[in-house]
Every structure is written in structure tokens, then in C-alpha cells.
């Protein structure tokens, strides 16, 4: 691996963890109805580059990793489009929580697809992949984010714009 790639892949892999680090964040935000606006700006942008640089890297052809990144640009837009564009406005706030929580998984599901490549005690329990631990840790994921998902929608579709403060 040359230098430049080697940076190259540092600063995706930054993007990645600094997008996963925010983005649960926004999503216990989302879960105390909170809106955490810095927070979500930083998710939001951060997982938007990881995708954009993921596609910067030298492949041949059509690769899973392709097609998770278009996914997720996709997501991305609708999470940017509902959050900015219409301001969680009616049903663009759930829009907007479904969105951001699949943008967010999809950075997980990444990263555990990384680690049992990466991480040679990892690798050893499955080696292609396809063995159950792998399957066990992204069925774990999955269902850790659909639990997370479907509270985060319940809790935030609820909240208002901020009360104006009131005068004693």
C-alpha cells in the first residue's frame, strides 16, 4: 500500500469512527427528544464524506461495499433533505429519524464487516464471513438498531418547535 493510500484510508476510517461516535449520539438525542443540532451536523457531514471517500478508492467492478455506499448516499440525501429542506416538518420528522438511524447502521454494519476483516482474533472465528459469529455480531447489530429505530420514532416524532420561554 503506498503512502497516500495508506493516508487515504486513515482519513476515511477517521471520517467513519467520528460519523459512528456523533451519529450514536444524535440517536440518544433522538430518543430523549432532543434535537442536538451540532451533533447531527457533524453526523450527518461526516458520514456523507465517509461514503464519498468510499468510493474514491481503486476497484474493479461492482463490490457489497458499492452498494452499501449508494444506499447510504440515498438515506443520507432523504436524512439532509427532511432535517434542512423541511425543517422535520409533519411526517418529514420520522422520515428524517428512519433515515438518519439506516444511515447510522449501515456505518455499524460497516464497521463490523471491517473489524472481522481487520482483527485477526475476529477473522480466525470467521474467516469468509459467512460463519455464524459473523452472522451473530450483524444479527446483534440489526436488531440492537431496529429496537433503537422504532423508540427513537415513537420519541421524536412527538416534539414540537421549542416552546417560547415563558414569563414569571
Same mark, same amino acid.
Given at each position: 500500500?503506498?503512502?497516500?493510500?495508506?493516508?487515504?484510508?486513515?482519513?476515511?476510517?477517521? &471520517?467513519?469512527?467520528?460519523?459512528?461516535?456523533?451519529?450514536?449520539?444524535? &440517536?440518544?438525542?433522538?430518543?430523549?427528544? $432532543? =434535537?442536538?443540532?451540532?451533533?447531527?451536523?457533524?453526523? &450527518?457531514?461526516?458520514?456523507?464524506?465517509?461514503?464519498?471517500?468510499?468510493?474514491?478508492?481503486?476497484?474493479?467492478?461492482?463490490? #457489497?461495499?458499492?452498494?452499501?455506499? %449508494?444506499?447510504?448516499?440515498?438515506?443520507?440525501?432523504?436524512?439532509?433533505?427532511? =432535517?434542512?429542506?423541511?425543517?422535520?416538518?409533519?411526517?418529514?420528522?420520522?422520515?428524517?429519524?428512519?433515515?438518519?438511524?439506516?444511515? &447510522?447502521?449501515?456505518?455499524?454494519?460497516?464497521?463490523?464487516?471491517?473489524?472481522?476483516? $481487520?482483527?485477526?482474533?475476529?477473522?480466525?472465528?470467521?474467516?469468509?464471513?459467512?460463519? #455464524?459469529?459473523?452472522?451473530?455480531?450483524?444479527? %446483534?447489530?440489526?436488531?440492537?438498531?431496529?429496537?433503537?429505530?422504532? =423508540?427513537?420514532?415513537?420519541?421524536?416524532?412527538?416534539?414540537?418547535?421549542?416552546?417560547?420561554?415563558?414569563?414569571?
Amino acid at each position: 500500500m503506498t503512502t497516500g493510500l495508506l493516508l487515504f484510508t486513515l482519513f476515511h476510517v477517521a &471520517l467513519s469512527l467520528i460519523g459512528i461516535g456523533a451519529g450514536l449520539v444524535v &440517536l440518544c438525542g433522538l430518543l430523549a427528544s $432532543k =434535537r442536538l443540532d451540532g451533533w447531527t451536523v457533524l453526523f &450527518l457531514t461526516t458520514t456523507i464524506a465517509t461514503s464519498v471517500t468510499g468510493f474514491l478508492f481503486p476497484v474493479r467492478g461492482f463490490t #457489497p461495499a458499492i452498494g452499501v455506499g %449508494i444506499i447510504s448516499m440515498i438515506v443520507l440525501a432523504v436524512a439532509c433533505y427532511a =432535517r434542512y429542506g423541511r425543517h422535520l416538518a409533519g411526517g418529514w420528522r420520522l422520515a428524517y429519524v428512519v433515515t438518519a438511524v439506516i444511515a &447510522l447502521y449501515l456505518n455499524v454494519f460497516v464497521l463490523v464487516v471491517q473489524a472481522f476483516l $481487520k482483527i485477526p482474533a475476529l477473522t480466525a472465528l470467521a474467516p469468509q464471513q459467512n460463519e #455464524p459469529p459473523f452472522a451473530v455480531a450483524q444479527g %446483534i447489530v440489526f436488531v440492537l438498531f431496529l429496537v433503537a429505530g422504532t =423508540r427513537a420514532a415513537m420519541r421524536f416524532r412527538d416534539v414540537g418547535p421549542a416552546a417560547a420561554p415563558q414569563v414569571a
